[in-house]
Nanobody, 115 residues
Framework: QVQLVESGGGLVQAGGSLRLSCAAS????????MKWYRQAPGKEREWVAT???????DYADSVKGRFTMSRENAKNTVYLQMNSLKPADTAVYYC?????????WGQGTQVTVSS
């Protein structure tokens, strides 16, 4: 099993920045691909970014060029650096991984961007 705990959310003005963290339990973190998702009120949960075990990354078009995902294997942690935030980025942000065909999710962290 893997436990995921997100942190770093908050209230920020449009144009500002936040850095989210997701800490994972277990000794196999370095082999896991990790993802960030978000869910805005009344909307479906959507994929935001992925980082592979190789540290290669991929981003949704809506955040490309503004968000950067990274990982620090020594701390079992992934990060999502969010710059140039927009009100449309307001959502609960979740990290997720998959192990043995089972998806593991964190509890989420709220990001609110005011205009």
């Amino acid at each position: 099993q893997v436990q995921l705990v997100e942190s770093g959310g908050g209230l920020v003005q449009a144009g500002g920045s936040l850095r989210l963290s997701c800490a994972a339990s277990g000794s196999i973190f370095r082999f896991l691909s990790m993802k960030w998702y978000r869910q805005a009120p009344g909307k479906e949960r959507e994929w935001v970014a992925t980082i592979a075990s190789s540290s290669s990354t991929d981003y949704a078009d809506s955040v490309k060029g503004r968000f950067t995902m990274s990982r620090e294997n020594a701390k079992n942690t992934v990060y999502l650096q969010m710059n140039s935030l927009k009100p449309a980025d307001t959502a609960v942000y979740y990290c997720k991984t998959t192990l043995g065909y089972v998806d593991y999710w964190g509890q989420g962290t709220q990001v609110t961007v005011s205009s």
